[in-house]
């Protein structure tokens, strides 16, 4: 260990959850359903899988290291060339190929309180310092989400890069485009401004920024982008950049030559064309978290007001033991200590039955 990185010694492991199956075995339960890692409740679109299923047969051949046919209809779709993309495996190996390419010891880069837990891991693993910005207050209309102003007074000469998530996770928060473009018009040339969209086709508050209309105007913008959420394709591991060219240039020189594998490329392609899916997705999550929202007005209980597809909760007290409990119920969600908010649970909205057994188990657990 002591002959690892100061900054990786530093970091808190990542805890994903356990498999499920382990845990039903673990607890003694069945059919528990998981609500915890902000995946889409629908499953991936069915075009998705008829694709998946054709490409099966090519995979003894390394994929296309260039994803030609997706970064030309990304290309497409997003008003680019194609050369303006970045594929990852995740938008996360994205996060990862911009600490790879922009920093490195004596240089950092800043990012809000609360914020997604990847960004201090690519940070501080290739030995730059994370700066982590103080959040809004509890009390604040956005309770908990990022100060862009907090943000900006936290950069100077040494500062590579910023990660701004819009929406966040866990605090479901967003920022409006005034507030985004009043910011990249703060951030010197000489820092990139990573805008991570993971949860941009959920949102539905009116001001919410598309922040890739603004990448001619800032050579220094990166939207991060990804399948696993809206498109249910989360296992399969993609998620893409867009950029001006000479960022995605940047980005593809560190990546592995095949980093997304063909299968992810062909259902990506897939899932980007079924607008039916993507409709449905974000109906079925507008309802379920005005389910979830009107549930804890209900029962007294505080949340962060969410536009992502997830709610972090306030359980009025350590959310371990609550999330514990509720894991014995046969619902799997996740407590949220480790970003700082030790008395909140983060639920992903699920169909309306998952949510009414969320709820139901939670009300068992908060009463006994
Ligand atoms: N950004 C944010 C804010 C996220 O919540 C997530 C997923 N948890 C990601 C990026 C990365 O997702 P993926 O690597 O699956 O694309």
Not at 59 to 78: H, Q, T
Not at 304 to 331: K, T
């Amino acid at each position: 260990r002591a002959l690892a990185l100061a900054g990786v010694r530093d970091l808190t492991p990542y805890q994903p959850g356990k498999p499920i199956e382990e845990l039903e075995r673990e607890l003694g339960i069945r059919e528990s359903i998981k609500l915890a890692s902000n995946e889409n409740p629908l499953g991936p679109s069915p075009h998705a899988l008829e694709a998946l299923r054709g490409h099966l047969g090519g995979i003894s051949l390394y994929p296309d290291g260039n994803g030609f046919a997706l970064k030309r209809r990304l290309g497409e779709l997003l008003d680019v060339d194609p050369a303006c993309i970045t594929l990852g495996n995740g938008s996360n190996e994205i996060l990862e190929l911009v600490a790879r390419a922009y920093l490195e010891p004596g240089r950092n880069a800043v990012f809000s309180a609360h914020a997604f837990a990847v960004y201090p891991i690519v940070v501080q693993a290739v030995g730059a310092d994370a700066r982590v910005a103080p959040a809004n207050p509890a009390d604040h209309a956005m309770p908990y989400g990022h100060d862009l102003d907090a943000m900006a007074s936290r950069i100077d000469a040494d500062t590579r890069v910023v990660f701004v998530a819009n929406p966040n996770n866990p605090t479901g928060t967003w920022l409006d485009e005034a507030a985004v473009h009043g910011f990249l018009k703060r951030v010197p040339d000489e820092t990139l401004v990573v805008m991570d969209e993971a949860y941009f086709e959920y949102v539905q508050a009116d001001g919410y920024p598309d922040a890739t209309r603004w990448l001619k105007a800032f050579p220094n913008l990166l939207v991060t982008r990804t399948f696993s959420k809206i498109h249910g394709l989360a296992g399969l591991r993609i998620g893409y950049g867009v950029s001006g060219e000479a960022v995605a240039d940047i980005l593809n020189r560190v990546r592995q030559p095949f980093n997304t594998n063909s299968l992810a490329q062909a259902g990506a392609l897939a899932a980007l064309d079924d607008g039916d899916h993507v409709t449905e997705s974000v109906r079925i999550n507008t309802l379920g978290l005005a389910q979830l929202t009107a549930a804890c007005r209900e029962r007294g209980l505080g949340y962060i007001p969410s536009v992502g597809n997830f709610l972090s909760i306030d359980v009025g007290r350590e959310a371990g033991p609550v999330y514990q409990a509720l894991l014995r119920e046969g619902v799997i969600v996740r407590p949220v200590g480790g970003y700082g908010l030790p008395n909140h649970l983060r639920v992903t909205v699920g169909r309306e039955q998952e949510n009414r057994r969320f709820i139901d188990a939670l009300d068992r657990v908060l009463r006994g």
